[in-house]
């Protein structure tokens, strides 16, 4: 049971939505945009966050749109992951989101509340920086569009009363070899140890990576040791490591010493797959 | 349209329209076994980990705890009292695939929506749809048995 009372909206405009959520801003009412909604009832139900409004934006038209267009393919903040994943017109987005959660879970988990939420993993930004997609976010100015890596540093940079309505992926990444590898501590369901998500782009080699700090990022400096051409996949694996932009997180899922060694494993073992096919 | 002030919710569970009294922070599981006396639907762990809270919404699983009430208006809902003298409820009988009974109607729901959604699936998919479930008394491979017969059967 959520101990605590709000009241629930459900706008049908992105500028409804806007302007719900200053008009509840000003009341002092903490709104709340609310998507698939799992990580907020769970927080409201232990008191770990605080609303007295929530403004469901599923009822939103551009936030359910599903579109492969001429240039770009366009999805809506308010898809649900499986909704994403049977569709699968992005297929790094498919084999990412597949090890979010569970699948019935995955009925519910939105893409813009796994991006959005509190808790740090947020897995389906992943490809989504690899592929330098556009975020669409709306709020009280209207709506603007951003950059990926602009958007989203460590966590969505969102101002007050904006939420994300929509990305777009240009088409071309959608069909470049891939890689998408989650290691748990064990079982096969659970937050990771380390998530990898890696891209081919035109020869090159593009890293993403969750679990292994307190944010999940792209780091285009361990992206530029990994494709040097000189030294050994070794060598260039430990000076890509120098790079890593904060602490490796030490946890009940893993210390940093074991984190490190999965990581330097599982990139290895992807980089060795994509030289032996490029050599072949 | 604020839904601020609305008292009664009309949910459409088990194909009856029902008026509920009810708070927008009711979750499903809250308000159907508190307000409709459908206790079929289990809590287990409230989190949307478990699956024992597990029911469908337009034939899609979805675990209760983790869902609004007011998110189920405009749509069917379907609890394990709904599928009274299914073939799924009757080969989880036949396999005994429960011990305790308690993760029994979450499984049962999750397996009745992919025989229905998916009856050719493939082992991989069945796992990913059946993972979703934890059973504590480990009758997995029964309920796998149950779960491979509805499907052969579809």
New interface residues.
Partial sequence: MIPVDFDYYKPESIEEAARLHEQLDRQKMLPLYYSGGTEIITLLRLDLIQTKAVIDIKAIHECREHILGEDYLVLGSSLTLTQIEERNAFPLLTSVSKEIADHTARNKITLGGNICGEIFYREAVLPLLLTDSLFVIGGPQGVKILPAHEAFQQTMQLGRGEFLIQTLTRKDFLGMPYMSVKIRQQWETGYPLVTIAALKAKGEIRAAFSGLCSFPFRSKRMEDELNRKDGTLDVRMDRALRHIPAPVLNDIEGSAEYRLFVLKNTLTDILTVWEVEQNA | ????N?KVLILSVNDEDKDIVF?????LL?VLRGKLGLTGAKPGC???DC?AC?VLVDG????S????A??AEGHKVTTIEGLINTKTQASFIKHFAFQCGYCTPGFIM?CHSLAEKQPHADKAVIK??M???ICRCTSYQEIEEAVASILAEE
């Fill in positions: 349209m604020p839904e601020t609305k708070r927008p922070a009711d979750t809250g409230l989190n949307g699956g597990t899609i699983p979805m675990k705890c983790i869902m609004l007011i998110e999750v990913e749809w993972q979703s479930n």
